[in-house]
């Protein structure tokens, strides 16, 4: 589900005995909540557990549960009235979700008496679903233990038109069900959906913003495509076992002008001192969890699960070293076999060797308008038809379209469209003939004589193309990628660098991308690691167990470290946003301390300052641009997620390649210096 809010915020948690039969208070002098249990849930709701364990155990593709019905609509319509008019949301962005959100709501316990009335029905709320009644309730229908009083969990999202999570697993620290709680307006006139009763539902399945199942394939991966779909419904509450590897799931983006409000949040392991804790059971979880399988290409693929395309690097025949004056090594015949697709200028020596300067004072280049203007022509019209066809959405689909294109997976990782140059056969489209003029010997010479870097032995490269409304790649590094067999490290031969010359050749035709608003943009990021530190020295899986309160559901999906992907989280964190009582987002000013405690605005501002620092280079999409750095190893990079919204597909060809180790193949300056 969605991240939780920055937990230098929170404070204590309410006693775990708490509930709001028993007249429980919350921290700070509170007086008892006055609203019984009966009186915040649906009648008869903890009635119907056998009925929800049954709909539980047989549900696919993974167990959940659906309750139609969860709290008193009289309670749950206060509930939203409170957050609609007494709360800010900030926006939030990284690789995995765009979207809005409050504060942690166990901040509540810390505003003063007066400030708590405002928002008494959802802390009512709050209490009676941590309470020891409802915690025995979810226990019951799911199985799953004893649940955390202790360890409380929650906030308030906020999805508008374009926000969207992407998929991953939720396991994070003891995290142990995962649940969402839907608030759309029920008297929201533009939907005409109903319940068996003929109440409004709040929110019209078109409207996107769906909560979206995965299924496990044979290999433990998820598909490439979900395989449930549950759509938003005014007081409905979905929930899950957080299972490690297996309880995937996505929301779809908002397409529509409308807010999705919910509240989300996760119930977690017993905490020691309380009952039911075991000792060590979050670490073993932790330890299964698909992200730990997946933080880098080499554990991929010892785990066998199938990643398509291939992490691996490939080799390169050999070919004679580079010197300084590399760009003797193309001969005659390697320029008329790149001049059918690479712009002459480009093939000039005195503009390779200018070009040479500049990527060893920066380690990196744009070379504009790269490919030459008759195949460039070519091209485009072959890439603007495939615009205007049937896309393929599906792995079926690809298959009945009989299409040159294969989609790649897990999409935990990254979800495209992908062709790999064959070496087999001659290319028959212009996108696979430009494919295959990138992953020749020939542009491995020029790349060489470009950047003087000195010898190239191991590359990757494919042809992507990124669809609205499916599309991306999250945040990963290029540490520990694997040879051509799939089982070694190519770093596994001495080289101290371990770096990657990487290029991406964008030929996005259509416009409008500039801004990013749509996504499809190519991000270059800092992890945050020291210079000197080298790749075996890091023990990331303990960095990443050390302290699950200041993580979110992103850092582990992508093999990152939290620190930057915090500063990533708050870098288009430049407004507050409110709900207003007609529905509608709107930008606001501050109220009192309640907005105080969930107000993060000062910690906004530092964040996305250092991000700006962290960030190393935004590519948007565009037209005809080859973007070539060298990479250091722990640098983060991910694809933008591309928007329904989108003015149409990104396309690019992309590469990398392997200096040789036991040359001085790095650059004076890596990207991570070029600042």
Not at 152 to 175: A, E, F, P, W
Request: proline share 5%; hydrophobic share 35%; with cysteine.
């Amino acid at each position: 589900m969605a991240t939780v809010a920055n937990p230098r915020k929170r404070l204590r948690s309410v006693s775990p005995a708490s509930s709001v039969a028993s007249g429980a208070t919350s921290l700070r002098g509170s007086t008892p909540l006055p609203v019984a249990s009966s009186a915040i849930f649906a009648p008869g709701l903890f009635d119907k557990a056998a009925q929800y364990h049954a709909q539980h155990a047989s549900s696919r593709p993974y167990k959940h549960c659906i309750i139609d019905e969860l709290v008193s609509d009289t309670l749950l319509r206060r509930v939203r009235r409170e957050i609609t008019t007494k709360l800010h949301f900030t926006p939030k962005e990284t690789d995995i979700y765009k979207l809005h959100q409050t504060g942690d709501l166990l901040n509540i316990s810390g505003l003063s008496f007066r400030d708590r009335e405002n928002l008494s029905a959802l802390r009512s709320l709050r209490d009676s679903m941590y309470s020891s009644e409802f915690r025995a309730f979810i226990t019951e229908i799911c199985d799953c233990g004893p649940l955390s009083g202790l360890k409380q969990d929650m906030s308030i999202n906020c999805y508008v038109k374009g926000s969207h999570l992407l998929t991953h697993d939720d396991v994070i620290g003891s995290r142990r069900v995962s649940y969402i709680l839907y608030l759309p307006d029920p008297e929201d006139k533009d939907c005409g959906i109903e319940d068996v009763h003929g109440r409004n539902l709040g929110w019209d399945p078109a409207w996107g913003g769906a909560l979206r199942l995965y299924e496990i394939d044979a290999k433990g991966a998820p598909k490439a495509e979900w395989n449930k779909v549950v759509p938003p419904a005014w007081n409905q509450l979905t929930f899950f076992v957080v299972q490690p590897g297996v309880s995937f799931h996505d929301v779809e983006e908002v397409v529509f002008d409308k807010p999705r409000l919910a509240i989300s949040g996760w119930f977690h392991l017993p905490q020691k001192g309380e009952d039911g804790y075991i000792e060590g059971l979050q670490e073993s979880l932790n330890l299964e969890s698909s992200r730990a399988a997946l933080a880098d290409a080499a554990a991929a693929a010892a785990a066998g699960l199938g990643e398509l395309p291939s992490p691996a690097l490939k080799g390169i025949s050999n070919f004679s070293r580079g010197t300084d004056s590399t760009y003797m090594t193309l001969t005659q015949q390697d320029i008329e076999y790149l001049s059918v697709t690479i712009n002459p200028k480009y093939l000039d020596v005195n503009a390779i060797l200018k070009s040479r300067d500049e990527f060893v004072d920066l380690s990196l280049l744009e070379l504009d308008g790269v490919l030459n203007d008759e195949f460039a022509t070519k091209l485009r019209d072959y890439i603007e038809d495939l615009e205007r066809s049937p896309v393929p959405v599906s792995v079926s689909d690809a298959a009945k379209l009989k299409s040159e294109w294969r989609v790649s997976r897990p999409p935990h990782k990254h979800r495209y469209l992908y062709i790999e140059p064959s070496r087999e056969s001659e290319p028959s489209t212009p996108i696979q003939q430009l494919a295959a003029v990138v992953g020749s010997r020939q542009f491995s010479k020029w790349l060489m004589s470009i950047t003087g870097v000195a010898e190239l032995t191991h590359s990757r490269i494919l042809a992507r193309r990124f669809r609205q409304g499916l599309d991306y790649t999250l945040a990963t590094t290029s540490l520990n990628l694997v040879d051509e067999n799939g089982t070694a490290s190519i770093y596994n031969d001495g080289d101290a660098s371990g770096g990657l010359l990487e290029g991406t050749l964008c030929i996005t035709p259509s416009i409008g991308w500039d801004e990013g608003e749509f996504g499809g943009y190519e991000l270059y990021m800092d992890d945050g690691a020291t210079s000197d530190e080298q790749p075996e020295q890091k023990n990331d899986q303990e960095h990443r167990h050390s302290d699950d309160d200041e993580n979110d559901p992103a850092v582990y999906l992508s093999g990152s470290h939290s620190k930057r992907r915090k500063e990533l989280e708050q870098l288009r964190a430049e407004a507050k946003l409110s709900v207003g009582d007609d529905g509608s987002a709107t930008t606001c000013e501050g109220q009192a301390n309640v907005d105080e405690l969930f107000d993060d605005s000062d910690d906004d501002e530092e964040a996305e300052e250092s991000a700006g620092d962290s960030v190393l280079l935004t590519s948007q999409a565009k037209w005809n641009v080859l973007t070539i750095v060298y990479r250091d190893p722990g640098v983060l990079k991910f694809v933008k997620y591309v928007s329904q919204n989108a003015p149409g597909s990104r396309w690019d060809v992309t590469g990398e390649w392997k200096p040789a180790p036991t040359h001085n193949s790095r650059v004076e300056a890596a990207v991570s210096d070029s600042d």
